[in-house]
């Protein structure tokens, strides 16, 4: 049996999205900051608070997740 993959599960409450473009468009993260890896230059992650009622988590995110969007598309779709 194949088990299906997912681009990032909240360990709070178990919130599944199955792709980088859910994840973007969910309007219950918050993007708080980057995180730099001084040692790797473009292997960065972004911080997110999960802000659901019943949930808060913080969900870190590899910034190369996201590599297929450009720039611009990543600041548009936040913006939304």
Known sequence: MAVKQSFKECSGCGKVWRTAD???NDKSLKLNGYQWNLLQEKSGLLVYTHERSYC???ISVKAQS????SEKELTDERKN
């Open 66 to 69: 996201f590599s297929h969007h």
């Open 56 to 58: 808060g988590s913080t």
């Open 22 to 24: 859910t994840f973007l």
